[in-house]
T-cell receptor, first 112, second 115 residues
Framework: GQSLEQPSEVTAVEGAIVQINCTYQ??????LSWYQQHDGGAPTFLSY????GLEETGRFSSFLSRSDSYGYLLLQELQMKDSASYFC?????????????FGAGTRLAVHP | DAGVIQSPRHEVTEMGQEVTLRCKPI?????LFWYRQTMMRGLELLIY????????DSGMPEDRFSAKMPNASFSTLKIQPSEPRDSAVYFC?????????????FGPGTRLTVL
């Protein structure tokens, strides 16, 4: 089976840095993805880590440690528009098929 | 590129009625996914297709749900008969073969309300 754990809510102020953690348990691991979803919107792909280490894309970075079954999304220079839900996701292999399993999401609130 | 297109964007129907949701994936994408999102259950994969062939439908709740992909540019998700517990946002997503399933592009979703 598959399980992902991430905090349900995080609050931060504009300009700050916030880290959203994700731990996972999986029978087979391919990589860790992150998606952003604004209220009333659709999930949008942010990043994918297949190997250990840090991947940077502008203000957002994503980290993976396969040995610790752990990853995080780092958001820097927070802006009000970053207020959204952030989902980590891993691919599960089951019955010869594989599919993406999403965590419950972390709701980030950015305040002035 | 136009992105994934879904219709209708909102659907309100009465219990027992048939509901059909439509999706046009991004041109050239090989995978198509149908998800359902609710507050209680989060984002759940219902079914996915690879090159128009259904691969895994283990997430389809019950026989009232069916999905088809008659060609590379069109898919439908049908609920018959609909029930109030089917109320949710239904997303369609697509991805390229070379990116696998990890990089998915979601449509705007259909918000379904069953009264």
């Amino acid at each position: 089976g598959q399980s992902l754990e991430q905090p349900s809510e995080v609050t931060a102020v504009e300009g700050a840095i916030v880290q959203i953690n994700c731990t996972y348990q999986t029978s087979g691991f391919y990589g860790l993805s992150w998606y952003q979803q604004h209220d009333g919107g659709a999930p949008t792909f942010l990043s994918y880590n297949a190997l250990d280490g840090l991947e940077e894309t502008g203000r957002f970075s994503s980290f993976l440690s396969r040995s610790d079954s752990y990853g995080y999304l780092l958001l820097q220079e927070l802006q009000m528009k970053d207020s959204a839900s952030y989902f980590c996701a891993v691919r599960e292999e089951s019955g010869g098929y594989n599919k993406l399993i999403f965590g419950a999401g972390t709701r980030l609130a950015v305040h002035p | 590129d136009a992105g994934v297109i879904q219709s209708p964007r909102h659907e309100v129907t009465e219990m027992g009625q048939e509901v059909t949701l439509r999706c046009k994936p991004i041109s050239g994408h090989d995978y198509l996914f149908w998800y359902r999102q609710t507050m209680m259950r989060g984002l759940e994969l219902l079914i996915y297709f690879n090159n128009n062939v259904p691969i895994d439908d283990s997430g389809m709740p019950e026989d009232r749900f069916s999905a088809k992909m008659p060609n590379a540019s069109f898919s439908t998700l049908k609920i018959q008969p609909s029930e109030p517990r089917d109320s949710a946002v239904y997303f369609c997503a697509s991805s390229r073969q070379r990116e696998g399933q990890d990089t998915q592009y979601f449509g705007p979703g259909t918000r379904l309300t069953v009264l």
